[in-house]
T-cell receptor, first 111, second 115 residues
Framework: GQQVMQIPQYQHVQEGEDFTTYCNSS?????IQWYKQRPGGHPVFLIQ?????EVKKQKRLTFQFGEAKKNSSLHITATQTTDVGTYFC???????????FGTGTRLQVTL | DTGVSQDPRHKITKRGQNVTFRCDPI?????LYWYRQTLGQGPEFLTY????????KSRLLSDRFSAERPKGSFSTLEIQRTEQGDSAMYLC?????????????FGQGTRLTVV
C-alpha cells in the first residue's frame, strides 16, 4: 500500500534558524497537502499543492511539490516559537479519495 | 459551532468492553474520515465515507472495528471487545469533494484508554 515518509522525525532549532522537512511517497500523488498539529491539538490544514514542480509561499513558509509528484518539502525561514508543533504532509493517489498522512516531523524551537 | 465535533472527548474502558464514538462533520461536507493516532505518530487511516457509502476500510483494521454513516451526516465508530492496543486518539475529519482545495477539517478527537 501507499507509504508516506517524512524526515527528519524531530528537529530542535533556536529561534531565528531555518527549518526544512521532507516528504516522500511510495506512489505518485494527485496532490499534496500540509498540516500542522500543535501539542495537544488536532491537525490543521496549511496548504494544498497540485501541479508538478509547484512552489507556494505563506509568509515565512515555502512549500514545494516535486517534479515527479512523489515528494514535497516545507521550509520555514527564521523560525519563531509559534512554529512549534508537528508538521504532516498528506496526499491523495490517483482518483482515490483516501487521504494518507506522512509520519510527521516534530519541530521544537527554543529562544 | 460549525466545525467538526466528536463525542465523547475522553473514554476510559475496561478491556473486553465495547465502545462507540460519534462524529458530526461540517454539514455540507460529503466526505468523512476516521483516523487513529498514537503518541509521536501520524494519523493512521481507518476508513472513509462519501455520503453514506463506506468506500474504503484499512486492511490493517481488525474486524472488531466498524463504522457507519447512516444518513450521510453523522458517523459512528464502534470498537468491540476492546484491547489495550486500541488505546489511542481517534480523529474524525470531513471534507468536500471537488476539483479545488479539498482540505480536511479535523475534530478535537476522542481519546480512548483501555485499562
Amino acid at each position: 500500500g501507499q507509504q508516506v515518509m517524512q524526515i527528519p522525525q524531530y528537529q530542535h532549532v533556536q529561534e531565528g534558524e531555518d527549518f526544512t522537512t521532507y516528504c516522500n511517497s511510495s506512489t505518485t500523488l494527485s496532490n499534496i497537502q500540509w498540516y500542522k498539529q500543535r501539542p495537544g491539538g488536532h491537525p490543521v490544514f496549511l496548504i494544498q499543492l497540485v501541479k508538478s514542480g509547484e512552489v507556494k509561499k505563506q509568509k515565512r513558509l515555502t512549500f514545494q511539490f516535486g517534479e515527479a509528484k512523489k515528494n514535497s518539502s516545507l521550509h520555514i525561514t527564521a523560525t519563531q516559537t509559534t512554529d512549534v508543533g508537528t508538521y504532516f504532509c498528506a496526499g491523495y493517489t490517483g482518483t482515490a479519495s483516501k487521504l494518507t498522512f506522512g509520519t510527521g516531523t516534530r519541530l521544537q524551537v527554543t529562544l | 459551532d460549525t466545525g467538526v465535533s466528536q463525542d465523547p472527548r475522553h473514554k476510559i474502558t475496561k478491556r473486553g468492553q465495547n465502545v462507540t464514538f460519534r462524529c458530526d462533520p461540517i454539514s455540507e461536507h460529503n466526505r468523512l474520515y476516521w483516523y487513529r493516532q498514537t503518541l509521536g505518530q501520524g494519523p493512521e487511516f481507518l476508513t472513509y465515507f462519501q455520503n453514506e457509502a463506506q468506500l474504503e476500510k484499512s486492511r490493517l483494521l481488525s474486524d472488531r472495528f466498524s463504522a457507519e454513516r447512516p444518513k450521510g451526516s453523522f458517523s459512528t465508530l464502534e470498537i468491540q471487545r476492546t484491547e489495550q492496543g486500541d488505546s489511542a486518539m481517534y480523529l474524525c475529519a470531513s471534507s468536500l469533494s471537488g476539483t479545488g482545495v479539498t482540505e480536511a477539517f479535523f475534530g478535537q478527537g476522542t481519546r480512548l484508554t483501555v485499562v
